[in-house]
């Protein structure tokens, strides 16, 4: 094959991801507001610090990263229990409020020429505020993606949109700084967090997973604990999280490269920062092949060899067109490693503590930044800007050294299926279930898909199996009952609790996607559990009851 080819193919790989995303409104809707938060992130992020690098150079600026940092990572954790106590869609748009408004007054102390201190302070507060974003779209996603196609097509469009926002943020903030001040770039990000509110409001989402009962401290340690005892999730965490160790360092080295080696002055470091989002752009249209591979070891270990070999040029030959080249190299190896990390460990963590074990990798992503924060300054003072380079490069491949055989382990094992669980616990009756029966039963599902017109099952019929509708629209027939059932909705549960004929007719309105559960393993996880039972029950005597009532919108067989 041609690389013309070769080039098609990955474009299309792109174009099918995006499409498959956007068919689903509510994930359409997560990646905008995803967007928009990025934005605001990244740019807010350089525009502190290059006032920081004017305040007092390097070591200020890695001083300020740090105390940007550090509150964020210790608060990470407890805002990842956040999405299981809480609705993780409400606690989404809570979050990205919060990020407006302490990005808005950052804006309004830079205008007014507050103390460094107070910048600085509310900087903090922003970035204390962002920790709330991705472990909650991470537990919130899988409820919205249909089918686990759709849910790996979510992380590389995620992916795409963070690199996209590597980009263009850095860019749009070169320029700012270009023609304004750290203050006009600041207050346009909080315009970007803003956005993400609006686009974020409204969306559905899983009903919350923790009880409520223990105090915030103890669900956080509750996600250290799990992670000691699942020594595979525990090292997708740590080898995720020690990327930000070298990214820290990077978004101190993007200054000093610009206005201490390269001489591109202030604005210099937003483009660097550009070509390194540019380069994780165009490393999306490899990562776009990750949505129909079962194996993910791979592209990692080849993602850490680009990444090493990229940083290695720079520290040994620094130009500014070399550095542009091979920043954006390096930023397609940073795409595919990261997207390939993330889904691997939600094939991998327990579903019930998916947010937890996300706020994990926050709180160790912040802990990595301010490492790196720390570590550039460090690298610069032994060696020098070229050192510092090196350094950075040499990060990721002795990770790679360090947990190469058991990621490979891990890479054949995981098979959790996440989309499944999610549509499960949608279900109050499924809902009470432990993880463990959760995702046996989850094995068991059977995807079916009907054609528009399809009779699904037949009043009259022996039951056999329960449904659980994924995506499209059936509509329900019986006496008295005539109503239409969409995604999260099952029905079938009458004639398998009852043991009688199906008791009403279900006939697809548009190409839909089922999942099917036989007999045997329905009644066990149902009747298994006291909760479960009481609320199927409850389920069955409600519908046998609309059967002799007036038609009722949440009718089902």
Excluded at 324 to 350: C, I, K, N, P, Y
Aim: glycine share 10%; hydrophobic share 55%; charged share 15%.
């Amino acid at each position: 094959m041609t690389e013309a080819a070769q080039a098609s193919g990955h474009a299309a790989q792109v174009g099918a991801a995006v499409a498959t995303v956007f068919r689903n409104r509510e994930l359409r809707r997560v990646e905008l507001a995803f967007a928009g938060f990025n934005c605001a992130e990244w740019g807010v992020w350089i525009a502190i610090l290059v006032y920081a690098y004017g305040q007092g150079g390097a070591t200020t600026a890695g001083l300020v990263a740090l105390a940007q940092l550090l509150p964020a990572g210790l608060f990470a954790p407890f805002a990842a229990t956040l999405a299981d106590r809480r609705s993780a869609a409400r606690i989404l748009v809570l979050g990205y409020a919060a990020q407006a408004v302490a990005m808005a007054a950052t804006a309004a102390a830079l205008f007014a020429s507050a103390p460094p201190l107070v910048i600085y302070a509310l900087a903090a507060v922003a970035a204390t505020a962002i920790t709330v974003t991705r472990p909650t779209q991470a537990a919130l996603t899988p409820a919205l993606a249909r089918t686990p196609r759709e849910l790996t097509a979510t992380n590389v469009v995620s992916g795409l949109v963070e690199s996209t926002s590597v980009l263009a943020a850095p860019a749009l903030v070169g320029v700012l700084l270009a023609v304004g001040s750290p203050a006009v770039a600041v207050a346009a990000m909080a315009a970007f967090a803003l956005a993400a509110v609006v686009l974020a409001a409204g969306l559905p989402g899983r009903a919350p997973i923790g009880s409520g009962e223990d105090s915030p401290l103890a669900d956080a340690l509750a996600a250290f604990r799990l992670l000691a005892r699942d020594p595979e999730s525990r090292v997708l965490v740590a080898l995720l999280g020690l990327q930000y160790v070298a990214i820290g360092a990077l978004d101190v080295l993007f200054v000093v490269l610009a206005i201490g080696v390269l001489d591109l002055g202030g604005s210099g470091a937003g483009y660097l920062n550009a070509a390194f989002g540019a380069g994780g752009v165009a490393g999306i249209a490899v990562t776009a092949a990750l949505i129909d591979g079962k194996r993910l070891a791979g592209p990692l270990i080849a993602a850490v060899g680009l990444w090493s070999a990229a940083f290695a040029v720079i520290g040994l030959r620094p130009s500014a067109v070399g550095a542009f080249l091979l920043l954006g190299a390096a930023g397609a190896a940073r795409s595919l490693f990261d997207v390939a990390g993330r889904t691997l460990l939600q094939r991998t963590a327990q579903t019930e503590a998916l947010a937890r074990v996300f706020g994990v990798l926050e709180a160790l992503s912040m802990a990595g930044l301010a490492a790196g924060s720390l570590l550039a300054p460090a690298l610069i003072g032994l060696g020098g800007a070229r050192a510092a380079f090196l350094g950075v490069g040499a990060v990721l491949p002795a990770a790679a050294v360090v947990f190469g055989r058991r990621l490979a382990r891990i890479d054949r094992r995981a098979t959790i299926p996440v989309v499944e669980i999610a549509l499960l616990r949608s279900l109050p009756m499924f809902g009470a279930l432990g993880s463990v029966e959760l995702e046996g039963l989850a094995r068991s599902l059977e995807p079916v898909s009907v054609v528009g017109g399809t009779t699904i099952i037949r009043a009259g019929e022996i039951g056999d199996r329960f449904y659980m509708v994924g995506d499209g629209e059936v509509e329900v027939s019986a006496p008295g009952v005539d109503a239409k059932l969409g995604r999260g909705q099952g029905f079938g549960e009458i004639a398998l609790l009852k043991d009688v004929a199906r008791t009403a007719t279900v006939v697809a309105c548009t190409d839909a996607l089922l999942y099917a559960l036989a007999k045997a393993p329905f009644l066990a996880a149902v009747t298994g559990s006291a909760e479960s039972a009481r609320l199927a029950e409850r389920m069955v005597d409600e519908r046998l009851a609309e059967h002799a009532s007036p038609p009722s919108a949440r009718s089902a067989s």
